[in-house]
């Protein structure tokens, strides 16, 4: 896991785990990082200084962040109570907006630009703070 300091265009200033330098660049790349304050996806990396510790400083296991443990709590409460419906999303939600299809709890993955429609349409939608497990309910 690896923690980075980010910034928006707008100029909020958040932080944000993930599980490798390349997990953060292919999730910024694919719009999935997000400003907390604005929902701006346009995000950086902001400068910041390296924690380092000496081994004697660290203890054996490290104490589970609350953010991490509230992350998977949310991620567990998602997957157990939707469906997955995978890169349909953006059909499955515009059809339940439409009263096409009969409404439930779904998640999912869109392209940005299919989520941005989503929006400027009027259908309740909101980003999750984790990519979604790719399984069904």
């Not at 993930?18 to 694919?30: H, K, N, P």
Request: charged content about 30%.
């Amino acid at each position: 896991m690896i923690r980075y300091d980010l910034r928006c265009d707008k100029g909020h200033a958040f932080d944000s785990w993930f599980a490798s330098a390349a997990a953060y660049d292919r999730l910024a790349a694919a719009g999935h990082v997000a400003c907390p304050d604005c929902g701006s996806t346009k995000v950086d990396k902001a400068l910041m200084a390296p924690a380092v510790s000496r081994a004697e400083d660290r203890p054996l296991t490290a104490p589970r962040d609350p953010r991490e443990e509230a992350l998977a709590d949310l991620r567990r409460q998602v997957e157990e109570n939707s469906d997955y419906v995978g890169l349909s999303f953006a059909a499955e939600a515009r059809a339940m907006h439409e009263g096409r299809i009969p409404e439930r709890a779904i998640h999912g993955e869109a392209k940005p630009d299919e989520a941005r429609k989503l929006i400027e349409d009027g259908v309740p939608v909101a980003p999750l703070p984790f990519t979604p497990s790719r399984k069904t309910n």
